[in-house]
């Protein structure tokens, strides 16, 4: 039993480095998107408002499956064909940084006006107020929302398997039918448990670096 337990783990593991590519690309560029699309949101331009608006009822109001579905099969009818990881990568980014637009123009509308005053009156320009006032306040306030986002992500990333990529659910779903057994799920389950842990934990300590601007 403890042989298998380590084959199946094995065989799964590789499946998630598929998660972990998926995971990383889309942290990282999703975040870039939410950063420029609240700026945008803020910027008091009335027609980049009103697109940067639409982008987000449109991606936060549709389902992430939907959204993969047209990206995977539905662009193909429009001839552009993307293969299974860069199709899942753009719709998860394009999705989740419709999320993290809302979530950081939240946190910088946050901020009382009257520190945008008082910056103004220290002689800072408006580069100096954002990195030095209100970014770091921001920061630490939409820590929770973008905690919450990043487990959210680990989980909707099994939704790839629907287009065929091999990520950890979809290794576990084939050591299953293979072996006929429920171990792999649960080998599965414990591999997402201690991914998410790890994004709470790391959290956690942001949370606590950032408490001096409160």
Excluded: C
Aim: hydrophobic residues 50%; charged residues 15%.
């Amino acid at each position: 039993m403890f042989d298998y337990i380590l084959n199946v783990s094995g065989y799964i593991l590789e499946g998630s480095l598929i998660t972990f590519q998926l995971y990383l690309v889309t942290a990282i560029f999703s975040v870039i998107l939410g950063v420029f699309g609240a700026l945008g949101k803020i910027s008091k331009i009335p027609l980049l408002e009103s697109i940067l608006s639409f982008y987000t009822w449109v991606f936060r109001g549709t389902p992430l499956l939907l959204q993969l579905f047209f990206a995977y099969y539905g662009l193909p009818v429009l001839g552009i064909t993307l293969n299974p990881f860069p199709a899942a990568a753009l719709t998860f980014i394009v999705n989740y940084g419709a999320y993290f637009t809302e979530i950081f123009r939240g946190g910088i509308e946050s901020i009382d006006d009257g520190q945008y005053e008082a910056a103004k009156v220290l002689g800072m320009n408006y580069k100096q107020t954002m990195s030095r006032i209100v970014i770091p306040q921001t920061v630490k306030r939409v820590l929770p929302a973008t905690s919450n986002e990043a487990i959210n992500l680990v989980k909707d990333s099994a939704l790839v398997a629907v287009i065929g990529l091999g990520d950890l659910l979809r290794a576990a779903k084939v050591a299953v039918t293979r072996d006929f057994s429920i171990i792999p799920f649960i080998i599965a389950a414990v591999f997402y448990l201690i991914i998410s842990s790890v994004i709470v934990t790391v959290f956690r300590k942001l949370e606590e670096k950032y408490s001096v601007y409160e």
